[in-house]
């Protein structure tokens, strides 16, 4: 497939819980080749082995989207919430092995309350070559790369927020 063609699962309902994976078919026979579900958190009920079931019963792909919060953010100035976005971030790529998805997309650092219509943090330039050295150049790149490669996760896309 050349050009897949995906929708996030926000478009039908949220939170998508273990009880929305009957919408795969319907997704499917829309014409979507693909969905983005939002690395399920335990509250959502969604058992991981069922839905790559209902996936593959569906002939539906499936991509992850990683949700930031302030507790783990890679780029924080805390050292114990970078330590929790690694920690999620690893939590993410053993949700994706488990589904089957090949690409964790999302916010892996920044200001989460920006989805709730909050405008983001005033940030000087030497802050924000701090976080980008805490994230892409210091040890948060490094410490996730080797939990990568050694599973199915083909791509990771960090979504800046």
């Given at each position: 497939?050349?050009n ?35 690395v ?74 920006v ?5 983001p ?41």
């Amino acid at each position: 497939m050349n050009n897949p063609i995906g929708i996030i699962s926000m478009q039908f309902v949220r939170p998508f819980t273990g009880q929305h994976l009957h919408l795969f078919q319907e997704i499917k026979s829309m014409g979507f080749d693909f969905i983005e579900l939002l690395v399920p958190e335990p509250e959502d009920g969604i058992d991981l082995g069922q839905a790559r079931s209902a996936l593959a019963d569906a002939g539906l792909g499936v991509v992850l989207a990683a949700r930031v919060t302030p507790q783990r953010s890679i780029a924080s100035e805390d050292p114990g919430a970078r330590q929790g976005g690694l920690d999620y971030l690893k939590s993410c790529i053993d949700s994706a092995d488990a589904v089957g998805a090949t690409i964790i997309g999302g916010p892996l650092y920044g200001e989460p309350m920006v989805f709730a219509g909050r405008p983001p943090l005033p940030r000087s330039a030497d802050d924000m070559r701090a976080r980008a050295d805490r994230m892409i150049a210091g040890p948060g790149r490094g410490r996730a790369a080797g939990p990568c490669r050694r599973s199915g996760v083909r791509g990771r896309a960090i979504e800046p927020v």
